[in-house]
């Protein structure tokens, strides 16, 4: 069976402007074909690919003018705009990442691994004007240098046992100093 396209593709064009052209692409080099391509005339450009997919690209030439950048605006004012996804969603941005919003809610799904996870190379800031509160059946705060707590109205520690366990003076009764091990196993390193 021959790779010709039963119909030669139709192209509307723009001297200026760009074009769209619709019919299947049979270029070897690229990776993804497409059925329909509409091309600016900045190299931005639509394309809808054989296999279901689209890309949506801006412009990369920055030489002629400065970039404006891209925006999505759903105008509506109680419209949604939902970005749904059967596989994973992965977004990559080069400088800051900005969300802003009435309510943030996350929540993961997953109940038999790691629900959220956040990873900084530096430093993690928490602010809130109001009050901050974490709430778990279980939770623990690890250090490897220094736990530093303060406060400049009252601390207080509340809980059906409270011990303070210091390991440098081996003053811990056995059971208790294994019970105190098996919790920390994983946290040392």
């Not at 993804?32 to 949506?56: M, Q, T, V």
Request: negative net charge.
């Amino acid at each position: 069976m021959s790779d010709k396209p039963k119909f030669p593709p139709v192209i509307i064009q723009h001297p200026e402007c760009g074009h769209l052209t619709m019919g299947d692409e049979k270029d070897k080099d690229v990776t993804r074909s497409r059925d329909i391509g509409l091309y600016g005339g900045s190299a931005n450009a639509l394309r809808l690919f054989k296999d279901g997919g689209f890309e949506l690209r801006s412009s990369d030439d920055d030489s002629a003018q400065e970039t404006l950048g891209s925006t999505i605006l759903q105008a509506c004012k109680d419209g949604k705009l939902l970005i749904k996804s059967l596989g994973d969603l992965h977004i990559d941005v080069a400088g800051d990442f900005t969300v802003s919003a009435n309510k943030i809610k996350m929540e993961a799904l997953n109940a038999s691994e790691d629900g959220i996870n956040l990873k900084a190379k530096h430093d993690i800031r928490i602010n809130a004007d109001n009050n901050i509160i974490i709430t778990g059946d279980n939770i623990t705060i690890d250090a490897k240098e220094r736990i530093v707590s303060h406060s400049e109205g009252w601390q207080i520690l509340i809980g059906q046992c409270i011990r303070l366990h210091e390991p440098q003076t081996k003053l811990c009764p056995a059971p208790l100093r294994d019970y105190i091990d098996e919790q920390i196993k994983t946290l040392k390193g």
